[in-house]
């Protein structure tokens, strides 16, 4: 009789700790997984939009209203690009 009892009495102990362990899975899946998502998806955004920004500002492909008519000026523009590019590195 006192074994059943306390079987009956570590059954319920350890439902309750499950219990307990779920609720913790449950809240960490709530409030940290969007979370790391987020940060995931910024990464990748940034990184996307770097690479973009970057292949964007390579000489050749300045937009024409961008681009100096004088050969002269048009060099010291590429320099100035080439410059910033390797500080933005």
Known sequence: ???????NVFTVVGLFFISILTLIGITFAVTYIPVITGIIVTV???????????????????PK?????????????????????KSSL
């Open 1 to 7: 009789m006192l074994f059943k009892f306390l079987d």
């Open 44 to 62: 990748i955004v940034l990184a996307w939009a770097n690479n973009y920004i970057q292949s964007w500002l390579k000489p050749h492909k300045l």
């Open 65 to 85: 209203f961008l681009q100096a008519k004088n050969p002269i000026l048009r060099d010291m523009q590429k320099q100035l690009l080439i410059g910033f590019k």
